[in-house]
């Protein structure tokens, strides 16, 4: 029995710093709570739209929980969003890892009365109230290739280097991006699949380098997801070739600066995540108002928005495209 | 009498338990009603099976003295292969419960060739089956990619969905499915002649031999059957889930392993009970649960969840060292 | 004779509801080859490991070497004082060089912080040169047979310049050559002036050499005795309380064959090997550790299987690859290593003794039938008289001469044909061999044919009905054991 | 004598290293390089100094799947003291290698103390420890590295021009892994501790005998790999100039799959710093030749896992057969 008690004062011994640690964050009643959830915590990008999400959980004066899995595992979030359920939010906001995984769980929250919105990756338009995208995916990859040709011309050999091969909004806009090049841009010759990094950049660093040796031609490289440009860019200035081959991408200005500074990434083009979060965050709040977004309506802090004519996918704007000349002037 | 029950009570599951209400406990005391709420409590049946399943099939490979690295990539390639049949089917007009059935043969089938393969390299090549998973689990994922190109395989019958999310009484069809693989690993493991074979294999494979044991065909049954136990989950997964992709429940396959342990089987084979294993899933489950509804940051989870597989382990140590 | 070098006061150790030692004191001195005798679980394994460090005694006790008190003895310290062990299981290390198992200590001794290749060499061929031995230096030790460890540990020992060698059972598993050489070699480095504290079972081992003896019973120190002063009878009756010897057997010439090897042959094992085992007859196998004997047995029971040659049983041709196909067949295997390769140690006598029967103690859906598992377990506890009568007793916690029975237990209850036994006392003391001497005698009586494995020609005179004797891979001669003597025997071996 | 012996035991591993070199040769001769050659280093000196390590304790018979989180956690110190404290060289090797080596030791005192199985005892800290550095840093990069410590990381040694014109060199973080392989090695080959490790991996009961303080070894062979594990930070960050807390995920099976592909046995006593390096090397080659060989993105993982596999396969046929054909007794 002794050993039982022993045992049990350890725990409490355990736990007690989390309910200390914990306590502050302890929901508020009768307040109106939002959840925004992210494909996973703990990455730049998803990070910065976290302080969004929380400022205009402020700017409000709702309660704004911003949690997601530490890994992007459409398992885990499922998991996570239904634990959610449990505990009586008002709204979810998710960026599903995997759509179709969402559905079910989704589905189970607007049962229990709770509004579902999208944001940064769209989930099943079936189940969704409002559906928020910082931008049209199919413009934003024609913009990405529009981008390519601009720094290397619309002839030569290129490559792509990926975050992750199943990463669904990754592969929407290389779709995009080479369906349009086939058409616009006829002269552009992909040498091989999109290389996949691991979402990392040491590992888009060492892929690049092997690319840059097997296709001796190469005259430019897109990278899709944050940290890929970064380590194709790396690649390119340590081979001393940033003049020779291009390096385009989606990356975010400030960890980008020391690349963009030399050119070894020529332009990086993303959207202000922070600003990402803070319109999921509004929109949802005004989505429990029963307030529809408007086309052209006019978002403090953010902008002006569009909307399609469904009346569910808002639509941030255009991205920001970043260059040696211009990315000190961004904070994100 | 009384002494039979301070027995349990001393026993590791006895002290499991105890760590799983005290836990249960503390969850309901940081969320006032609501991780106690009827929803909760449903809810946490639907997620804990298909962690559990994965759980037991982790820990009967680790009494054999083995580990299964693949165990989730082998989960995932079969559902990716049975939807895919499934999806076809469904999208071709067939009958919605052929095709359901059709699938679930299919990601069993696919997951006994995994078995089949992790069986042969490990119990009659001889590979160290740390090692012999681990390629597997590489190679498993490169197939799973191969054939999704990288997106989920969707559009599953509507019959599919309500295994993972139907309930008969009330009770989750998951939670049911669960119940009867814990009691048929309990039979398996701790009432069969492989089972007592495995648990012999896993403290001396060369007594087993002497003794007539067929080990190598048992350790390849092993594998065999952990991976049919990874398909069913599988199955709960794609069915939850609503579709399958090969990065489906990577976060469980170290979990899995962190639970057979915490449920006191011996990481180097030989020991350890079903009802410990599915003890220690309950307290991950509650601890994820609970903080999550709570609302700590994710990462501390992973503190805590951390924390406690060491301070049981150390707890263990000292209480063996002392009745030594 | 010598001064005296270690001192032995009141020494007592007490382990949870065991008092393993208690008031053990006497001397050794230098130059002397002492034998420390008693059964198993009488305190010797205990006393060694206090003086070797890895025990600490209990308040009170004093070990006093060249006149300085030895305290709070640790294995480096002990080590350090020129008090090595060589253990029964060698202690070596597979996966290193012969050189570094036999002169690796010697660094770990004098604090070293790097190791010396060179010296390492040199010790090494010293000690080696001491044995007489020629062996590779750089094989890794696991790749040597059995013999030439203990060899290797015994070099080691050498190496590490002992004041107080002990030695643990060293002739287990040497044949008698070897033994003699061991023997020179002991006489030798008591000549030196080296303390030998010597352990064994074999009594004509310790007169052999022994000058004086100290005897142990029941953790209790019983006496010290000079070599003239005792005989056998006199010490067996003093280690054990009452007299035993090995009864010898009226041997049987039986006539019905029941398994019959024919030619048996694989390379680098052994070569044309032929022989009969009878219904009811015990059959000795014997020779030099090293002959072949286990390759054998292990070839019958399809651990090795053969490269050519013929098996049959009862006179239909048996061909079997693997131990299953044996047990199915019949034939059952004990084997030497009783710790590793006989018992499951972490597991209960049930378990154990189920192990061979779990097809046929379990029903068709293949569940296990626990009643039937236990009264199974409780007849043979009952029949071989395995102490304590607790069918959940773990394996590692039984005297050796427990475990054995409840290895021969688990062949039992397979209802085997042919029982084959490698060195089936090796390890166990005198009054439970002479018990495992007359349950396979009842076997044999019962019909079993029995293939016994044994280095110990008096073991084998005693119980066999014929012998084979072995040496380079082959059966040497079969002979009727009616009337012969170990000399008959050894000649052959050799 | 001796020599012979190391060789066969290497022989196979170094065989298969030679034939897929040789494949990837004929498919595209760039692989045989210099410059290729001076790639593949660069991009894995993390890699394999912390497969030094790792041998060390797979030696010991332990394994240690904490390393990719320690290093995390170490790359995230050294990040901030190179900004907030110094950027002198010696006082940042000196910060990473102290918590690098710390955190080892906790690892050391679990397993030698309290006698944790080393899976499960590293499974416990690298959960503790990722968990604390992603709360504490939310998976937010450093940037702003001071310039001198990036100076520093791009110097390189024996510097040569191609024909093309472009300088390359041996990247100075070389100097980290030369050392790092000859005190490994000087250690296992030379010291008594060193040989302890060996021992206590084949005999751990036989090695307390002869007197070696198994705890005390565990330690140290779990400080030691902390302390490379800081020193292989300070290389990642001079390679990488920015800090990214996630970058490591995943990285601890690919340290251990480098290892044992090298012919080091996860139940301990059998490993060589040759080996080790060979299997580093097959490894790097493998994944390098990926691209060179222009084989399809999806069959990549594919690949990888078979070659795995079957050269782990190949390998025990051989021992086995060794094995088999084992002379037992002198045959007259």
């Not at chain 3, 054991?481 to 170990?486: D, F, I, P, V, Y």
Request: aromatic share 8%; hydrophobic share 50%.
């Amino acid at each position: 029995m002794k050993r039982v008690l022993t045992v049990l004062l350890l725990m409490m011994f355990c736990l007690s710093f989390v309910v200390a640690n914990g306590s502050q964050e302890v929901a508020v009643s009768d307040e109106i709570t939002i959840v925004v959830m992210p494909k996973l915590v703990g990455i730049p990008y998803f990070n910065a739209s976290e302080t969004g999400a929380i400022q205009a959980g402020k700017d409000l004066g709702i309660n704004v929980i911003y949690t997601g899995p530490t890994t992007p595992d459409a398992a885990e979030q499922v998991r996570m969003l239904e634990d959610l359920i449990s505990k009586g939010v008002d709204a979810i906001c998710v960026a599903p890892n995997d759509a179709a995984a969402m559905t079910p769980v989704l589905m189970k929250a607007k049962k229990a009365g709770i509004a579902v919105l999208d944001w940064d990756t769209p989930a099943d338009a079936s189940v969704v109230d409002l559906s928020i995208h910082q931008i049209d995916d199919r413009e934003y990859g024609e913009h990405i290739w529009d981008l390519l040709v601009q720094e290397m011309g619309d002839t030569g050999d290129y490559a792509i280097v990926t975050g992750g091969l199943s990463a669904a909004n990754l592969n929407t806009w290389i779709d995009a991006g080479l369906a349009y090049a086939k058409k616009q841009y006829p002269g552009l010759n992909l040498v091989t699949g999109k290389v996949p990094t691991d979402e990392k950049q040491q590992v888009a660093y060492q892929k690049t380098l092997d690319l840059i040796k097997a296709y001796p031609n190469l005259k430019g490289v897109v990278g899709v997801s944050t940290p890929a440009p970064l380590g194709a860019a790396q690649a390119v200035q340590e081979k001393g070739m940033k003049d020779s081959i291009a390096v385009v991408g989606t990356s975010l200005p400030t960890d980008s600066g020391p690349y963009l500074a030399d050119e070894s990434l020529r332009v990086g083009t993303l959207w202000d995540p922070a600003k990402l979060g803070y319109l999921t965050v509004v929109m949802a709040y005004n989505f429990l108002n029963g307030e529809k977004p408007q086309d052209g309506q006019e978002i403090a802090n953010v902008g002006k928005i569009s909307v399609w004519a469904d009346g569910r996918t808002v639509i941030m704007g255009p991205p920001a495209d970043f260059t040696k000349e211009n990315y000190a002037s961004f904070s994100f | 009498m009384k002494s039979g029950v301070k027995k349990l009570i001393v026993s590791k599951e006895g002290i499991l338990f105890c760590i799983f209400l005290f836990v249960f406990f503390l969850m309901s005391l940081l969320s006032p009603g609501r991780f106690l709420s009827w929803y909760n409590l449903q809810s946490m049946a639907y997620q804990l099976p298909e962690f559990g399943i994965l759980a037991l099939s982790m820990m009967i490979v680790i009494v054999t003295g083995g580990i299964n690295l693949s165990l989730t990539y082998t989960a995932t390639l079969s559902m990716i292969v049975g939807g895919m049949v499934m999806a076809n089917i469904s999208a071709a007009g067939g009958n919605g419960i052929l095709a359901v059935l059709a699938g679930i043969v299919i990601m069993i089938g696919m997951a006994s060739l995994c078995g089949v393969f992790n069986g042969f390299v490990v119990a009659y090549i001889g590979v160290t089956p740390m090692l012999a998973t681990l390629g597997a689990m590489t190679l498993f994922e490169g197939i799973s990619l191969n054939i999704t190109k990288g997106g989920a395989i969707s559009g599953f019958p509507f019959e599919f969905l309500m295994i993972g999310s139907g309930t008969v009484l009330g009770i989750p069809i998951p939670m049911i499915l669960f119940i009867l693989i814990i009691v048929g690993t309990w039979l398996f493991l701790e009432r069969s002649k492989m089972g007592m074979s495995i648990y012999m294999i896993g403290c001396n494979p060369k007594v087993a031999l002497y003794s007539g044991v067929r080990v190598k065909r048992i350790i390849f049954q092993t594998y065999l059957i952990a991976s049919v136990l990874a398909a069913i989950a599988g199955v709960l997964m794609a069915s939850r889930y609503n579709s399958a992709k090969e990065s489906y429940g990577s976060s469980y396959l170290l979990q899995a392993v962190a639970a057979s342990v915490l449920g006191g089987t011996n990481i180097s084979g030989g020991e350890g009970k079903i009802a410990g294993t599915v003890i220690a899933v309950m307290i991950l489950q509650v601890i994820s649960s609970g903080l999550n509804i709570f609302g700590l940051n994710r990462y501390l989870t992973n503190v805590v969840m951390g924390g406690i597989l060491i301070v049981v382990l150390t707890i263990n140590f000292l209480t063996e060292k002392r009745s030594k | 004779m010598g001064r005296t070098l270690v001192e032995i006061e009141k020494i007592s150790k007490i382990f949870p509801g065991v008092k393993a030692l208690q008031n053990v004191g006497f001397n050794i001195n230098t130059g002397e080859i002492h034998a420390l005798i008693g059964e198993n679980g009488a305190g010797k394994s205990t006393l060694i490991k206090i003086l070797s460090g890895v025990y600490q005694p209990e308040a009170g006790g004093k070990i006093t070497m060249n006149g300085k008190v030895l305290e709070e003895l640790t294995p480096l310290e002990s080590l350090r004082n020129g008090i090595v062990v060589i253990y029964q299981d060698f202690s070596l290390f597979p996966n290193l060089s012969v050189m570094e198992n036999i002169a690796l200590g010697h660094s770990v001794e004098k604090n070293d912080t790097l190791v010396s290749w060179k010296a390492m060499e040199a010790i090494a061929a010293d000690a080696l040169d001491q044995l007489g031995l020629i062996l590779d230096f750089h094989v890794p030790l696991g790749e040597l047979s059995v013999a030439k460890q203990q060899l290797v540990a015994i070099a080691r020992a050498l190496a590490n310049n002992a004041k107080l060698l002990i030695l643990d059972e060293p002739t287990s598993s040497l044949s008698k050559g070897e033994v003699k050489k061991l023997f020179e070699i002991m006489l030798s480095l008591k000549k030196r002036g080296i303390a030998l504290l010597f352990i064994s079972h074999k009594l004509d081992e310790l007169f052999a050499v022994s000058d004086r003896f100290t005897v142990l019973r029941d953790g209790q120190y019983i006496g010290t005795y000079s070599e003239d002063e005792l005989d056998d009878d006199q010490l067996i009756s003093l280690m054990v309380g009452r007299k035993i010897e090995y009864t010898i057997y009226p041997k049987n010439k039986k006539e019905e064959p029941l398994l019959e090897i024919q030619n048996f042959s694989k390379k680098g094992n052994f070569q044309d090997i032929n022989f009969t085992l009878h219904k009811g007859e015990i059959l000795g196998l014997t020779g030099l550790v090293g002959a072949g004997r286990t390759e054998v047995a292990q070839a019958i029971f399809g651990l090795n299987p053969v490269d050519e040659g013929t098996m049959l049983l009862d006179g239909a041709p048996l061909v079997i690859n693997t131990p299953d196909e044996a047990v199915k067949a019949g034939i059952a295997y004990v084997p030497e290593n009783r710790l590793q390769e006989g018992l499951v140690l972490r597991k209960s006598i049930e378990d154990n003794i189920s192990l061979s029967v779990l097809d046929s103690i379990s029903a068709n859906n293949g569940l296990v039938d626990l009643t039937l598992k236990r009264s199974l377990t409780e007849k043979w506890m009952d029949q071989l008289g395995i102490r304590p009568n607790n069918p959940q007793m773990l394996a590692s916690k039984l005297s050796g001469g427990n475990q054995q029975r409840v290895v021969i237990s688990k062949w039992l209850a397979t209802e085997p044909r042919v029982l084959i036994v490698d060195e089936p006392t090796n390890g166990i003391d005198i009054g439970a061999k002479s018990e495992i001497h007359q349950l396979l005698r009842e076997l044999a009586a019962s019909g079993l044919g029995i293939l016994v494995i044994s280095s110990e020609l008096p073991e084998i005179l005693a119980i066999a009905d014929r012998v084979a004797v072995m040496r380079h891979g082959r059966i040497i001669t079969q002979m009727f054991c009616e009337g012969l003597n170990q000399e008959d025997i050894m000649s052959k071996a050799l | 004598m001796n020599i012979k012996s190391l060789k066969i035991k290497e022989l196979p591993i170094l065989l298969i290293l030679l034939l897929l070199s040789l494949i990837i040769t004929i498919a595209n001769p760039t692989f045989l390089t210099v410059e290729n050659f001076l790639d593949i280093l660069k991009s894995n000196l993390v890699l394999a100094m912390m497969a030094l390590g790792m041998l060390m304790v797979l030696l010991t018979g332990g394994i240690d799947v904490s390393v990719a989180s320690i290093i995390a956690a170490v790359t995230v110190i050294t990040g901030q003291s190179l900004i907030h404290f110094s950027s002198n060289i010696f006082v940042t090797i000196l910060v990473a290698c102290l918590s690098g080596t710390l955190m080892g030791l906790v690892n050391g005192l679990l397993i030698a103390k309290l006698k944790i199985p080393p899976i499960v005892a590293t499974l416990g800290t690298m959960s503790v420890i990722l968990g604390l550095v992603l709360y504490l840093t939310n998976g937010a990069w450093i940037t702003g590295i001071p310039d001198s410590f990036i100076e520093f990381g791009r110097i390189t040694l024996f510097s040569f021009e191609l024909v093309d014109g472009r300088t390359i060199g041996f990247p100075v973080q070389v100097l980290f892994l030369i050392p790092v392989i000859f005190l490994t090695w000087f250690i296992l080959k030379k010291t008594v501790i060193g040989r302890g490790i060996y021992a206590i991996g084949g005999n751990l009961e036989s090695a307390e005998r002869m007197g070696f303080k198994a705890d005390r070894i565990l330690i140290f062979v779990y400080s030691f790999e902390g302390f490379l594990i800081g020193l292989a930070a300070v290389v990642h960050t001079s390679i990488m100039r920015q800090v990214d807390p996630n970058a490591f995920l995943g990285f601890e099976m690919q340290v251990i799959a480098a290892v044992v592909l090298g012919g080091a046995s996860v139940l301990g006593g059998f490993g060589s710093v040759l080996g080790t390096v060979i299997g580093v090397s097959l490894f790097c080659v493998i994944n390098n030749g990926l691209i060179l060989m222009h084989i399809p993105v999806f069959w990549q993982k594919i690949v990888v896992g078979l070659i795995i596999i079957g050269s782990i396969s190949i390998d025990m046929i051989q021992k086995q057969r060794v094995e088999k054909n084992k002379i037992r007794v002198d045959v007259e």
